[in-house]
T-cell receptor, first 114, second 112 residues
Framework: ETGVTQTPRHLVMGMTNKKSLKCEQH?????MYWYKQSAKKPLELMFV???????ENNSVPSRFSPECPNSSHLFLHLHTLQPEDSALYLC?????????????FGEGSWLTVV | GDSVTQMEGPVTLSEEACLTI???????????LFWYVQYPGEGLQLLLK?????DKGSNKGFEATYRKETTSFHLEKGSVQVSDSAVYFC???????????FGAGTRLTVKP
């Protein structure tokens, strides 16, 4: 069992759909992240939550909406996406504050927008 | 700003060949350095790390030494296997910071 679990692993959605990606970390960390990975840009940081507060947005389009209800759970709500949003979405967590801030990733959610 | 530059791929090697993937960094503080590996269809896994100058990280036969004088953290393995085929990412982070900077990734293919 991995320390960071993502569901669903695969998602196909139409451009008018609303769906959500879910992430749960079992590592007791205090920060969680959403990354986007595509052929054009290997790893793009989308959102960071530290101590359940969003600390970075990186100019992500509003059709992506994150939610962090507690330190163990992170959601990415999706609506009216575009085909170019098709990518692998990676959730990650870390313990901020100590030396060597290692980030631990989930296995990712493959999103296809049709 | 802080950044990482790693050698572009793809890299194709025969089994048992030696591997070096170059990585250099730019940082204003004292970063920790990492190598992550991504096997096909999976997320990123931490391969090894080093938190201060002259430290050597090692795992699964891979090694990398934190070289402050050359600002480098090259990944090496003496004898690669087919199962090492993956994408390798170099990364850095600064303590007490939420931000980890990743390189563009290097795809390695090992042929039997």
């Amino acid at each position: 069992e991995t320390g960071v679990t993502q569901t669903p692993r695969h998602l196909v959605m139409g451009m008018t759909n609303k769906k959500s990606l879910k992430c749960e970390q079992h590592l007791g960390h205090n920060a969680m992240y959403w990354y986007k990975q595509s052929a054009k840009k290997p790893l793009e940081l989308m959102f960071v939550y530290s101590l359940e507060e969003r600390v970075e947005n990186n100019s992500v389009p509003s059709r992506f909406s994150p939610e962090c209800p507690n330190s163990s759970h992170l959601f990415l709500h999706l609506h009216t996406l575009q085909p170019e949003d098709s990518a692998l979405y990676l959730c990650a967590s870390s313990q901020v504050g100590g030396p060597g801030n290692t980030i631990y990733f989930g296995e990712g959610s493959w999103l296809t927008v049709v | 700003g802080d950044s990482v530059t790693q050698m572009e791929g793809p890299v194709t090697l025969s089994e048992e060949a030696c591997l070096t993937i170059n990585c250099t960094y730019t940082a204003t503080g004292y970063p920790s350095l990492f190598w992550y590996v991504q096997y096909p269809g999976e997320g990123l896994q931490l391969l090894l790390k080093a938190t201060k100058a002259d430290d050597k990280g090692s795992n699964k036969g891979f090694e990398a030494t934190y070289r402050k004088e050359t600002t480098s953290f090259h990944l090496e393995k003496g004898s690669v296997q087919v199962s090492d085929s993956a994408v390798y990412f170099c990364a850095l982070s600064v303590s007490n910071n939420n931000d980890m900077r990743f390189g563009a990734g290097t795809r390695l293919t090992v042929k039997p």
